[in-house]
């Protein structure tokens, strides 16, 4: 008879493994003027990505 | 006057026509064969299966865009590549049915001095039973695909809607799907969304793959530096899903798919089952099988594919254990090593081994992620392709132009939520695509080049990269300018 659902991570107890984000971190996510600096500067590590190619 | 052939009007059939027309004298021509009339940018496939686009916005006609500048379209699926002609006419050809079915004309023979096959994935549905939207479960591969996911949700957010509890499952249909980081994209679209229609209380959400760690996808997973640390990709991965309450299966292999009911093999053997009422999975990819036939009228597939239908390109298909596999491998011209004149680029071409570790299950089930082709870099080998291609009608006697996965680095934006203020994507540069671990020993990768984050600025990009490239695929003015 196989499992039925078993396997899945994580039930509960491992979830206290994962790593989470602080809640500031999840606040600067969307916080919109440090989200125009992050926007610049991944477009411009993106674009030097694509130069160097 | 030469004659160039590209089968396929995906991202990089389109890209590869493109350019071969920008660069090729008038007297030369460039000729698409597809079997669809549209253009579709399929990543933002994603957002139509959860509603937020609608076709229109993904996909348009190539036929006016097409004339506009001077590349023919002709409409139907390759099957045959003659390479060699046939016994009264040396001159090579492909062999294209007519897309519409009870079209007048029946098959068309279409001559070529150079081709280029960019045919892209076969998607095998049937290598799982009940597997795809004609049988149990969803897909957002294309967009009629994606339009049914969006209906389906619809449904399941209605249900919801009236107190029911709904079990979405999301992930790989079988264990040697490629495309992961796709699903990705539409389980974290999906959560945000049902939180957006304020149901996600009533709904569990489930992620199963036949990746070994979260966040391998296909490609051996990364690393990120991140507070003094090196970290895989797997910790981000399993943090995101952990934070919007996504459980995971990994190492899954999907061997059936009953109404509301999946089964699946893991790696250490078990037979499990996991039930459901909305379930997205993706197919395995093969190649579209097309059929090579020499003058005589023998079959020569064998020498210009693999078994699995992709096709044999510069790269080296020697057996080799996963330890003794070299970048070196990987091909750089997309040249066929039979035909001088004829190219695969995108997921046309054989690549010739996993970047993932190969596993298998006690039973013998391959269980896996074989490597994905994503858009840039099929973008990419589309462009070399064509650069490679003009200099040989100019009379280069080999290609010019080189594009190896192992020596290219990728940009790429994974959507994990669509709205202009609360939305959020993961933006990530990989360099090279493939690990070379005999140049970066620990990692792989090189660690300045190799970086990755997710907010809202990421979104933003999305977003641009979505306009930019329809813009781009539009041929539109300055397109050539605009990156891959
Ligand atoms: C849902 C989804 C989301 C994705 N998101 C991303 C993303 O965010 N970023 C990214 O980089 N990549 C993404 N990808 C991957 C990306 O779409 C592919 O890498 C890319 O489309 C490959 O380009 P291609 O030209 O090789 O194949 P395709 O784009 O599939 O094009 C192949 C074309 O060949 C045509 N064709 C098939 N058979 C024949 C025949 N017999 N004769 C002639 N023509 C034929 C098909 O109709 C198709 O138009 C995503 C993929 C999916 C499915």
Known sequence: MPDRHTPLEPPGEELAYVTRPTRWTVFLRTFVPWQVWRFARINVKMIRMVRRH | ?484
């Open chain 2, 1 to 484: 006057m030469s004659r160039v052939v590209v089968l396929g009007a995906g991202i990089s059939g389109h890209t590869a026509a493109s350019f071969a027309r920008k660069w090729l004298p008038a007297r030369d021509t460039v000729t698409v064969v597809s079997p669809n009339a549209e253009y579709n940018w399929i990543p933002s496939n994603i957002w139509v299966g959860v509603g937020l686009m609608r076709p229109e916005q993904v996909a348009f006609p190539l036929a006016p865009v097409y004339e506009r500048h001077g590349i023919e379209l002709v409409q139907g699926a390759a099957r045959e590549i003659h390479p060699e002609g046939d016994a009264g006419d040396p001159r090579p050809y492909v062999v294209v049915e007519p897309a519409r079915a009870g079209s007048a004309g029946g098959p068309e023979k279409v001559h070529y001095d150079f081709l280029v096959n960019a045919t892209g994935p076969s998607l095998r549905f049937d290598l799982t039973e009940g597997l795809g939207p004609g049988a149990h479960s969803l897909s957002v591969c294309t967009v009629d695909h994606a339009v049914q996911t969006a209906a389906a949700l619809d449904e399941a957010v209605e249900r919801m809607r009236r107190g029911e509890h709904q079990r979405f499952l999301v992930g790989m249909g079988h264990g040697s799907c490629t495309c992961e980081g796709a699903a990705f994209e539409y389980v974290v679209n999906l959560e945000f969304e049902l939180r957006a229609r304020k149901v996600r209380d009533k709904a569990e959400i489930v992620w199963i793959t036949n990746e070994h760690e979260l966040g391998d996808f296909g490609m051996g997973g990364m690393h990120l530096r991140r507070g003094g640390y090196v970290v895989p990709s797997a910790v981000f991965t399993a943090s995101l899903f952990a934070e919007r309450g996504i459980r995971w299966i990994t190492r899954a292999h999907v061997d059936r798919v009953e109404p509301g009911l999946v089964h699946y093999e893991t790696l250490d053997g078990a037979e499990r089952e996991e039930p459901f009422d909305f379930a997205m999975l993706l197919p395995p990819f093969s190649g579209v099988g097309l059929q090579a036939v020499d003058a005589g009228g023998g079959a020569m597939t064998d020498r210009l594919f693999l078994p699995n239908g992709f096709m044999r390109v510069d790269a080296d298909y020697t057996p080799k254990p996963f330890e003794a596999w070299e970048v070196a491998d990987w091909p750089r011209t997309y040249q066929s090593p039979e035909l001088p004149n004829v190219f695969a680029a995108g997921i046309a071409f054989a690549p010739p081994h996993a970047i993932s570790r190969p596993h298998t299950s006690p039973t013998g089930t391959p269980i896996a992620p074989a490597p994905p082709r994503t858009g840039m870099p099929s973008a990419e080998i589309g462009r070399a392709v064509a650069r490679s291609i003009v200099d040989m009608i100019g009379g280069a006697p080999r290609p010019t132009a080189t594009a190896s996965m192992a020596e290219m680095g990728a940009a790429c934006v994974a959507s994990a939520g669509a709205n202009p203020l609360t939305g959020t994507a993961a933006s990530m540069t990989v360099y090279p695509i493939v690990p070379d671990f005999a140049r970066w020993p620990d990692y792989g990768r090189d660690m300045d080049r190799t970086f990755g984050e997710i907010g809202l600025a990421g979104h933003w990009i999305k977003i641009l990269l979505h306009h930019l490239f329809l813009y781009k695929a539009r041929l539109r003015p300055g397109w050539s300018l605009i990156p891959e």
